[in-house]
C-alpha cells in the first residue's frame, strides 16, 4: 500500500506534467502564432468587424497615404496607377489575395482591434462610426516605384518577374519591398481572371530560390571561421572542369581564372574554388554557420511572414556538399533573407530582425505604438564580416558586379546566377545582394530576377537595378534617414 | 456515529470558493440576459448560483461528500450550461436536465461503494455486461463523426464505451487488487478490441493508457509498463499504417491550412478562435462561437478561450488540475489497495481525456473525438463524468468512516494497549 | 439592449471574469492546502491510524533486534524493502515476501508470493493453502526467513479465534475466549 501510494503521487505529478505542458504549449502558440491566425482572411470575426468599423489609414514613412476608406466606405489607393502597383505586396489588398499584405496581417490595429476601452465608450456617446488606428509602414513608396521601373528599364528582354528588397541594416527597417508581376489592386477583378505569374504572390518573402552564388558569403564565413589555414589558400581554377563524383562543375562561361586566393576568387565568383571550400569544410562546419545566419530557421517575426530557409541537413554525397558550396544544391532561400544576410555583412555580423510597422496611432492621433529594432542573431564574427566587406566591395570594383557601381556609393555586394527547373524547363535566376557601405546610407538590398535565359548572369540582370536603387537612396538621403516620426 | 465535522476555518475556505462562483455565473448570466432581454437567462442566472449554494452546504448533509470535490465539480458542470447557453440555449436546457440526472446517477455511485460487499462478485457479473454494452453499437449502431459508437434508444442516444469506462476501472482495480493478471487484461484486450471495431480510437487510446497506468501504480513493475508504453506506441505506429483516417488526422496535426476547406476546417477555425481570443477573450456573448465546427461538444474549450481568453482557460485546467489533485490524495489516502487503485483509476480517467481533447484542441497532439469532461454537452459524456467522480466520493467517504473508527478506536483502547 | 452597448459592457466585462477566474483557482487551491492540512493534523493526533496492530520481533536476525516493533496497516505487503509496509530486514526475507489484509471477523490474512513461504506457529504456509489456513489472530507467530514475529492486534478489533493452541506468554487484559471474541473491551 505504501508503494501503491507512491506510485499514485508520482502518476498525479505525470499528470500535472502533462498539464503543465499544455498550459505552456497553448500560451505559447497564441502568443507566437495568434497575430497570424487571427489575421487570417478565413477568420469569421474579422470580417464581423469590418462591416462596423472604418478601417484606418496606411501610410508610409513620408506620410504619403497609400490606403485610405473613402467616405462611401470603399478601400482607396494612391491615385496613380504605378504607385498603388509598385506597393500592392507590401500594403496588400482589400480581399486578402495577398495574405500576408498589411491590409490583412494587420488587421487588429486596422479595424480597431487594439482600441482602449475609453475609447470604445467615446466613440459610442459620440454616435459617429468607428475608426480604426493608423499604421506607418518604414517603407518609402517612392522607391518601390522607383523599383518598378527599374526593373521595366533594364530586363525589358526578360520576363517580367522578380523581386527586391531594401533594408536599413542597421534598424531592420524595409525601406522597399516588390515583387514582379504586380497587380492593381483598385481592379482586382480582371486580375482574378488571369493570374498568370502569380501576380498575388509576394516574391520577396513567400519564395524560396537557390541563391547562387551568392551563397558563397556564407561559404567564405565558414571557411574563415573553420579553417585555419584560410590565410593560404589559393586555388588553380583552370579550363578543366572539376569532377566531383559523377558531375562536373565549371565556371559561367566556362573560361579559367587562373590562380585565385580567397578573395579573387570570390570577387571571380568561382564556382570551382568555392566547390573545394565546401568539401574542405564538410557538411558540419558548413551547416553550422549557415544555420547561425538564419537557414533552417523558423522565421516568426512579428510583422513579416517569411517562408522559412532551407540548407540540406546532411549532404548525400561529396557532389551535393560541393554544390551547396555555391549555392546550387537545395539551398533555399527568399530574397529577404538574403538582403538580411547582407545587411549582416555590413552591420558587424549582426542581423537585425526585419520590420515594417513603424508605428500605429489612433483614429484621435494619439501615438499607440512605436516599435523598435530588435536583434534577430548574430550571424557571423566582426572580424569575418570586415573580411566580407572587403571581398564584396571587391565583387563591384572589378569582379563580377561592376554593374552596380554607382558614383558617391561606396557599393558593395555579390552577384549570383542560380540554374533550377520550373515545372520541368530549366530556369535561371538572377541575384545581387549587397549593401552600402556608408555611415550616412546604411542600406542593403537584395534583387531577383527570374529567368533571365542562359546567356545572362546576375551580374548583367540583377546588378544593374540595384546600382539604381543605390543611386536613388543616394539621390534622397536626406529624406529618408533624417525622416522625424510622424506625431 | 456523527461524522467529523469540518473546522470552522475550513467551512469558511469553502464559502469563500462558492461565494466567489457564485458571483461569477450570477454576473455571467446576468450580462447574457441583458443581450436580448431574455428571461431564461436571468432566471439561470439566480438558479445557477442557487445550485452551487446548495451543493456546497445542503447537499454533503444528505449524503456522504466531498464538498471540496462536488464545488470543483459544480464549476465545471455550471461552467458547460453558461457557454451552451451562450451559443445555444436549447442545449443549455438540455444540459441542466443531463446534470440532475447523472447528480442522481453520482449519489448512486457513491451509495453503492459504500454498499457493495463482494466486489469479486460484482465484477464478474460486469465483465459479460460491459463486454455486452460495447457489442451492441457494433450491431446496431449509428455511424456519427466516423465512429460507430453511439446507439439509438427512441429519442436519446447513448454512447456506450461512456459507460463501460466505469466497469472497465472498477473491475481493472479488483483483479489487479488481488494480484490476479489474467481476468483484466482479456477484459482490457477484449475492449479495446471492441473499440477499435468500431473505430473509436480515442476512447481506445484512454483505456490503454489509464489501464497501463493502473498496472504501473498496483504493481510496480517499471520494465514491464515500460513494455506496455512500447507496445501502445508501436499499436499507435500500426494504427497510422492501418487506418487511412489515421494518416489524415497526423497529417492535419501538421499542417490543418493545407486542406483548409475540408479536412483541415475544424482546427483551423478552432485556433483562430483560440487567437482571437488573446489573453482576455472577446467577450461574453460577442465573438462568433458558432462558426467553430461541433462547439458544443468536442471544441467548447475553444468556445471558452475565445469568450474568456486564455488567461480563463489556463483556470479552467486549473481547476481540472485541482480535481486531480483532489483524486489523488483521496486514492492516497485509502485503506484498501483496490479502494485507492479505483479513486486513482477514476481521477486518472478524467485527467487524460481532459488532456487529450484540450490537446487535440490547441493542436498539441492530433483530434481524437473525446470529449471535455463535465464541460462538454452530452448525457453519456456529463454521466460518466459524474460517476467516475461519484466512485472517488465514494472512496472518500470510506475513508472518512475508516478515519472516524480509528479515531474512536484510539479513544476507546488507550489504556487497552495489548 | 442596443448592439453597441452591449458590446461596450460585454468587452469591460472580461476583466471581472478574467479577474473571478483567477481568484477562483486561488480559492479552490487556498480550500485544498487547508484541508489536507487538517487532515495531517488529524492524522498527527493519531498515529496508529490505519493500523491494525504491530508485529513484535522475538528473535535477532539480521537488522532485526528482539522487542523491535513494526506496525500493520490494514492492507498491505511484507518484505525485506523499505517501500514495504512492514520492513522486515532479516536474511531470508524476499524483496515482496507476502501480501496480507485484515479481514473484519476473521483476522490478518496472509498470502505468500510466488515461490515464498513462511511458518505460522510453526506450521508451513505456500501460496496454494493460503487461502484455507493463511490467517494470522492476536498471538500467533509469523516466521518469515530467518525473522519471527508475534503479531498483536489492536484492541476493539474482531477477528476468530481458530481452535487451535494459543501462545501462553502473551495475555491480554480480559481472558481469551475460543469462540469469535475481540481482542480487549471498551466500554
Not at chain 1, 585555419?228 to 586555388?235: A, L, N, R, W
Not at chain 1, 545566419?293 to 556538399?321: C, H, I, K, Q, Y
Request: proline content about 4%.
Amino acid at each position: 500500500m505504501k508503494r501503491q501510494r507512491l506510485h499514485f503521487k508520482l502518476l498525479f505529478l505525470l499528470m500535472a506534467g502533462l498539464f503543465a505542458l499544455l498550459a505552456a504549449y497553448g500560451a505559447y502558440s497564441v502568443l507566437t502564432y495568434g497575430n497570424r491566425w487571427f489575421a487570417s482572411n478565413r477568420n469569421p470575426r474579422v470580417r464581423a468587424q469590418k462591416e462596423s468599423v472604418i478601417a484606418g489609414d496606411i501610410l508610409d514613412r513620408q506620410g504619403t497615404v497609400l490606403a485610405t476608406t473613402a467616405a462611401d466606405g470603399t478601400r482607396t489607393y494612391q491615385a496613380r496607377e504605378a504607385a498603388r502597383r509598385a506597393v500592392v505586396h507590401m500594403v496588400g489588398d482589400p480581399q486578402g489575395q495577398v495574405s500576408t499584405g498589411v491590409e490583412t496581417f494587420q488587421t487588429s490595429y486596422l479595424y480597431g482591434f487594439r482600441a482602449s476601452f475609453t475609447e470604445l465608450v467615446r466613440a459610442l456617446t459620440s454616435g459617429e462610426a468607428r475608426r480604426g488606428d493608423n499604421v506607418t509602414l518604414t517603407a518609402d513608396s517612392r522607391l518601390c516605384t522607383a523599383i518598378v521601373s527599374s526593373f521595366d528599364g533594364h530586363s525589358a528582354s526578360y520576363c517580367k518577374r522578380g523581386a527586391a528588397v531594401v533594408l536599413n541594416y542597421r534598424t531592420g527597417e524595409v525601406l522597399a519591398e516588390v515583387s514582379l508581376p504586380n497587380f492593381d489592386p483598385a481592379h482586382i477583378s480582371e486580375t482574378l481572371k488571369d493570374d498568370a505569374g502569380r501576380p498575388f504572390w509576394n516574391r520577396v518573402t513567400q519564395s524560396i530560390y537557390p541563391p547562387g552564388s551568392t551563397f558563397k558569403t556564407v561559404t567564405e564565413a565558414a571557411a574563415l571561421r573553420s579553417l585555419e589555414d584560410i590565410g593560404s589558400f589559393s586555388y588553380d581554377c583552370a579550363e578543366t572542369p572539376l569532377t566531383v563524383g559523377t558531375h562536373e562543375i565549371s565556371d559561367y562561361g566556362g573560361g579559367s581564372h587562373g590562380t585565385l586566393d580567397l578573395s579573387t576568387a570570390f570577387a571571380r565568383s568561382c564556382n570551382k574554388a568555392f566547390a573545394e571550400l565546401a568539401l574542405r569544410l564538410g557538411q558540419r562546419r558548413l551547416l553550422q554557420t549557415a544555420e547561425e545566419a538564419g537557414f533552417n530557421d523558423n522565421f516568426l517575426f512579428r510583422d513579416l511572414v517569411v517562408e522559412n530557409s532551407r540548407f540540406p541537413l546532411t549532404a548525400a554525397d561529396d557532389w551535393e556538399l560541393a554544390a551547396s558550396g555555391f549555392g546550387q544544391s537545395s539551398v533555399a532561400a527568399s530574397p529577404l533573407h538574403m538582403c538580411m544576410i547582407a545587411g549582416a555583412v555590413a552591420n558587424d555580423g549582426v542581423m537585425m530582425e526585419p520590420r515594417l510597422l513603424r508605428q500605429v496611432t489612433s483614429p484621435a492621433g494619439r501615438v499607440r505604438l512605436a516599435f523598435t529594432s530588435q536583434v534577430y542573431r548574430r550571424a557571423f564574427t566582426p572580424e569575418v564580416a570586415e573580411r566580407l566587406r572587403g571581398d564584396m566591395r571587391l565583387v563591384v570594383t572589378g569582379g563580377t558586379g561592376r554593374a552596380a557601381a554607382v558614383n558617391g556609393v561606396t557599393v558593395c555586394g555579390k552577384t549570383g546566377t542560380a540554374d533550377s527547373t520550373e515545372d520541368g524547363k530549366p530556369i535561371s535566376y538572377g541575384w545581387f545582394i549587397g549593401f552600402a557601405q556608408d555611415d550616412d546610407l546604411p542600406f542593403a538590398c537584395a534583387v531577383l530576377v527570374e529567368d533571365i535565359g542562359e546567356k545572362t548572369s546576375g551580374g548583367a540582370a540583377a546588378a544593374p537595378i540595384a546600382a539604381d536603387i543605390f543611386l536613388w537612396l543616394r539621390q534622397h538621403q536626406r529624406e529618408i534617414v533624417d525622416a522625424p516620426a510622424q506625431p | 456515529m456523527t461524522k467529523h465535522a469540518p473546522s470552522r476555518r475550513l467551512r469558511r475556505a469553502a464559502t469563500r470558493l462558492s461565494s466567489v462562483v457564485m458571483l461569477f455565473y450570477f454576473s455571467a448570466f446576468v450580462l447574457l440576459g441583458l443581450k436580448d432581454y431574455a428571461w431564461q437567462a436571468f432566471a439561470l442566472a439566480l438558479a445557477v448560483p442557487a445550485m452551487i449554494w446548495l451543493g456546497t452546504n445542503f447537499l454533503p448533509r444528505l449524503f456522504p461528500a466531498d464538498t471540496l470535490l462536488l464545488s470543483l465539480t459544480n464549476f465545471l458542470c455550471a461552467l458547460g450550461v453558461l457557454v451552451l447557453y451562450d451559443t445555444n440555449p436549447v442545449y443549455a436546457y438540455h444540459q441542466a436536465a443531463y446534470y440532475a440526472v447523472s447528480l442522481l446517477a453520482m449519489i448512486c455511485c457513491v451509495w453503492a461503494v459504500r454498499a457493495v460487499r463482494h466486489w469479486g462478485a460484482a465484477a464478474w457479473v460486469l465483465i459479460p455486461v460491459s463486454l455486452a454494452l460495447l457489442a451492441v453499437p457494433l450491431i446496431w449502431g449509428k455511424e456519427t463523426y466516423g465512429a460507430t459508437n453511439w446507439i439509438y434508444i427512441g429519442s436519446v442516444s447513448v454512447q456506450p464505451s461512456e459507460l463501460v469506462k466505469v466497469s472497465l476501472i472498477l473491475i481493472v482495480s479488483y483483479f489487479m487488487s488481488r494480484r490476479r493478471f489474467l481476468p483484466w487484461l482479456l477484459f482490457a484486450v477484449a475492449c479495446l478490441g471492441a473499440l477499435m471495431l468500431q473505430r473509436d480510437l480515442g476512447t481506445a487510446l484512454l483505456y490503454y493508457g489509464v489501464t497501463l497506468l493502473l498496472f504501473f501504480a498496483s504493481s510496480g513493475n517499471v520494465p514491464l509498463t515500460g513494455l506496455g508504453v512500447l507496445g501502445g506506441a508501436g499499436a499507435a505506429v500500426l494504427g497510422y499504417r492501418m487506418f487511412a483516417h489515421v494518416k489524415k488526422r497526423v497529417a492535419i496535426w501538421r499542417n490543418p491550412w493545407a486542406d483548409y476547406e475540408n479536412a483541415g476546417f475544424q482546427i483551423v477555425q478552432s485556433l483562430m478562435a483560440l487567437a482571437s481570443g488573446g489573453l482576455i477573450g472577446m467577450g461574453l456573448g460577442l465573438g462568433s462561437p458558432r462558426t467553430i465546427p461541433v462547439y458544443h461538444t468536442d471544441f467548447i474549450f475553444a468556445v471558452i478561450c475565445e469568450q474568456f481568453g486564455l488567461i480563463f482557460g489556463l483556470c479552467v485546467l486549473a481547476m481540472y488540475l485541482a480535481i486531480l489533485w483532489r483524486g489523488a490524495t483521496i486514492a492516497m489516502a485509502a485503506r484498501h489497495a483496490f479502494h485507492g487503485l479505483v479513486a486513482m483509476g477514476a481521477t486518472l480517467m478524467i485527467g487524460l481525456q481532459t488532456f487529450v481533447i484540450i490537446g487535440g484542441v490547441i493542436k498539441l497532439i492530433p483530434l481524437t473525438g473525446v470529449t471535455m469532461p463535465f464541460v462538454s454537452y452530452g448525457g453519456s459524456s456529463l454521466l460518466s463524468s459524474l460517476v467516475l467522480i461519484g466512485l472517488i466520493q465514494g472512496v472518500a467517504s470510506l475513508n472518512e468512516d475508516d478515519l472516524h473508527e480509528d479515531m474512536l478506536l484510539a479513544t476507546g483502547g488507550e489504556e487497552e494497549g495489548v | 439592449m442596443k448592439d453597441e452597448w452591449y458590446t461596450v459592457i460585454a468587452l469591460g466585462m472580461r476583466y471581472w471574469f478574467a479577474l473571478l477566474g483567477v481568484l477562483i483557482v486561488w480559492r479552490a487551491f487556498h480550500w485544498l492546502r487547508r484541508d489536507r492540512r487538517e487532515k495531517h493534523r488529524r492524522l498527527r493526533q493519531l498515529p496508529d491510524a490505519g493500523m491494525v496492530g504491530e508485529f513484535v520481533s522475538l528473535n535477532d536476525a539480521g537488522d532485526m533486534t528482539v522487542d523491535d516493533t513494526l506496525p500493520v496497516p490494514r492492507e498491505g505487503v511484507l518484505g525485506r524493502l523499505y517501500s514495504c509496509d512492514v520492513p522486515v530486514l532479516s536474511p531470508g526475507v524476499a524483496k515482496d515476501h507476502l501480501d496480507f489484509v485484515f479481514e473484519d471477523g476473521l483476522g490478518l490474512r496472509v498470502r505468500p508470493r510466488h515461490g515464498q513461504t513462511c511458518r505460522i506457529n510453526g506450521e508451513e504456509l505456500t501460496r496454494r493453502d493460503a487461502a484455507e489456513r493463511g490467517v494470522l489472530v492476536h498471538g500467533d507467530v509469523l516466521q518469515v526467513g530467518e525473522a519471527a514475529l508475534r503479531l498483536r492486534l489492536f484492541s476493539g478489533l474482531k477477528f476468530r479465534r481458530p481452535a487451535r493452541k494459543a501462545p501462553t506468554e502473551e495475555r491480554k487484559a480480559k481472558a481469551p475466549k475460543a469462540a469469535p471474541g475481540k481482542g480487549g473491551e471498551r466500554g
